[in-house]
């Protein structure tokens, strides 16, 4: 069965310093993947989305890559803020269907002073 | 900014009675979707819509399950007769376009207690 791990373990890191979130899948060939940022109690909101053919996007001070061969997409927020601690989650798509997305658990990002 | 307005925030309601959660998707988006996300646990797809009717469904969306879209406006889901496994926040989302541009914005989500 399709299998979508994230760290599962909260990152904590300093302010100022670049935070890096694993997104590992299998037994899914996505067309294309995308990180949401979840804060408790509301709904995601998308940050970024990257196709299959594209191995790398970049959105003001976020970052994310995509190897289809290694199963793996890397976030990457650089300079962090407190105000950026949150639930990171990525979401896979596939083409064709109802367009539904399937979403790894998250990691838990905390960005200390 | 364009945004997704869902109804109630809180819903408590008792075990097999219905329930009708509410969404107002964002006006020019042609594609609806309801998600689930029990406490503590990943967000799930639950059903999508598109052009009037279901597009996707998964097996969580089974036949106490119903979407409608009953004007311009509105979608909503109705649960016909809740279980305690049902609570969960409930999140409606709508995009623009499907596939490889699919970005789906998501309402503060529906937080549903079934007792």
């Known amino acids: 069965s399709q299998k979508i791990e994230q760290n599962s373990e909260a990152l904590n890191i300093q302010e100022g310093k670049t935070a890096t979130l694993t997104c590992n899948y299998t037994?899914?060939?996505?067309?294309?993947l995308q990180w949401y940022r979840q804060d408790p109690g509301r709904g995601p909101v998308f940050l970024l989305l990257i196709r299959e053919n594209e191995k790398e996007k970049r959105k003001e001070r976020l970052k994310v890559t995509f190897d289809t061969t290694l199963k793996q997409s890397l976030f990457h927020i650089t300079a962090s803020q407190p105000a950026d601690s949150a639930t990171y989650l990525c979401?896979?798509?596939?083409?064709?269907?109802?367009?539904?997305?399937?979403f790894g658990t998250g990691t838990q990002l905390k960005v200390e002073l | 900014e364009p945004e997704v307005t869902q109804t109630p925030s809180h819903q408590v309601t008792q075990m097999g009675q219905e329930v009708i959660l509410r969404c107002v998707p964002i006006s020019n988006h042609l594609y609806f979707y309801w998600y689930r996300q029990i406490l503590g646990q990943k967000v799930e797809f639950l059903v999508s819509f598109y052009n009037n009717e279901i597009s996707e469904k998964s097996e969580i969306f089974d036949d106490q399950f119903s979407v409608e879209r009953p004007d311009g406006s509105n979608f909503t889901l109705k649960i016909r007769s809740t279980k305690l496994e049902d609570s969960a926040m409930y999140f409606c989302?709508?995009?623009?376009?499907?596939?490889?541009?699919?970005?789906?914005?998501f309402g503060a989500g529906t937080r549903l207690s079934v007792l």
């Open positions: 037994n899914y060939s996505p067309a294309y």
């Open positions: 989302a709508s995009s623009v376009s499907g596939g490889a541009k699919n970005i789906q914005y």
């Open positions: 979401a896979l798509g596939a083409l064709g269907g109802g367009n539904k997305l399937t």
